[in-house]
């Protein structure tokens, strides 16, 4: 089963720097046995889909707001973003959470919008991991995946919050115990388990061992995405 190598580059790179990016990028990962995606800011979307377009790479974006149009002064709609040519969408990130108040109410609104105009959408979980994650995830899921349609592309990313930006990662002993019960969580209200995937200063140094792990299907990389030679040998790992 081919894994995901998901890169976020946050708020950097102008679209000068992406194309730059998507023309070196492109020919380090040809060989990977990995299913890549490139997650730029909202004006990258379009360079970086032009640029990756005779690749298997996929192109996706950071955020997406919870309406499908009106008068929402800088919002983004999906709909947006999917004429723009992204493939997913990344929602719920720490960050969103911690910065702009985002909570599992509005992601859940999110969700939909993205899956009506035909977007995966890769969505984070807010948890440390440490004691009583069992009980925070469950609660989150059932908040997150209320009412979406089992039969669109989701998958689940999580990033122990203390590790994001840190350079801090979980041990690889403790994240398979998460990552499970994230699956039977999202089973129960989605009917199947989702594909999930692990962030949190994610780097060459520990990328192989992360995603050998059978419940980890993928990476959700930051930091070390920015660069395309340290992110591609993320993506050949």
């Not at 023309?23 to 360079?47: M, R, W």
């Not at 969408?89 to 969700?111: C, M, Q």
Request: charged share 30%; glycine share 8%; net charge negative.
């Amino acid at each position: 089963m081919r894994k995901w190598v998901v890169a976020n580059f946050k708020m950097f790179k102008t679209i000068e720097e992406v194309e730059e990016y998507a023309e070196e990028f492109k020919s380090l990962v040809a060989e990977s046995k990995h299913n890549i995606a490139v997650c730029p800011s909202f004006v990258g979307i379009k360079p970086m889909e032009e640029l990756l377009e005779d690749t298997d790479i996929f192109v996706g974006a950071q955020n997406c707001a919870d309406e499908e149009e009106g008068a929402y002064t800088g919002e983004v709609s999906a709909k947006m973003l999917k004429s723009a040519g992204a493939d997913m969408v990344i929602l719920g990130h720490s960050e969103r959470r911690r910065y702009y108040g985002e909570t599992d109410e509005i992601v859940n609104k999110k969700i939909k919008q993205a899956h009506k105009e035909g977007l995966a959408v890769i969505v984070c979980l807010a948890d440390d991991g440490g004691d009583g994650f069992e009980e925070n995830i469950k609660k989150q899921i059932e908040v997150l995946l209320d009412g979406v349609d089992a039969g669109e592309k989701l998958i689940i990313a999580f990033e122990p919050v203390w590790a994001i930006g840190t350079g801090k990662t979980m041990k690889t002993e403790d994240i398979e115990p998460v990552t499970k019960v994230i699956k039977e969580e999202a089973r129960k209200v989605i009917g199947y388990m989702p594909e999930v995937l692990y962030g949190g200063s994610v780097k060459v140094s520990n990328a192989e061992e992360i995603l050998a792990l059978e419940s980890v299907d993928g990476l959700l990389v930051g930091g070390a995405s920015k660069d395309p030679n340290e992110f591609a040998k993320i993506c050949n790992s």
